[in-house]
């Protein structure tokens, strides 16, 4: 079973960076890829970043490239979301997200159901 921590929220101001971590825990051999989930209140579920554990492609949003880094720490099993430039649009509750097995990336990869383990969240507020 794998467990997912995330911390490093809080508020900021705009044009501000974060860099939250994601620590991963338990069985974590069969994990093909993470991702970076935001949700603000009233709004769906956005996917911002996904990493490909195995060869560390990165795939983003319009709405977060250039902005935003995803990057992985194998000696940690910690998975880091780089947030820069950050806008107070950008004010959400962040999840990460792993999916499990001996399978393939899902693409699209935005598609929430298609990961199976999801962290408590951290929330980043930023203001003007």
């Known amino acids: 079973q794998v467990q997912l921590v995330e911390s490093g929220g809080g508020p900021v101001q705009a044009g501000g960076s974060l860099r939250p971590p994601c620590v991963v825990s338990?069985?974590?051999?069969?994990?093909?890829?993470m991702a970076w989930f935001r949700q603000a209140p009233a709004k769906e579920r956005e996917g911002v970043a996904m990493i490909r554990m195995g060869d560390g492609s990165t795939y983003y949003p319009d709405s977060v490239k250039g902005r935003f880094t995803i990057s992985q720490d194998s000696a940690k099993n910690t998975v880091y979301l780089q947030m820069d430039s950050l806008k107070p649009e950008d004010t959400s509750m962040y999840y990460c997200a792993a999916r499990i097995g001996w399978v393939g990336c899902p693409m699209p990869w935005q598609v929430e159901y298609r990961y199976h383990t999801w962290g408590q969240g951290t929330q980043v507020t930023v203001s003007p």
């Open positions: 338990g069985y974590t051999i069969n994990i093909p890829c």
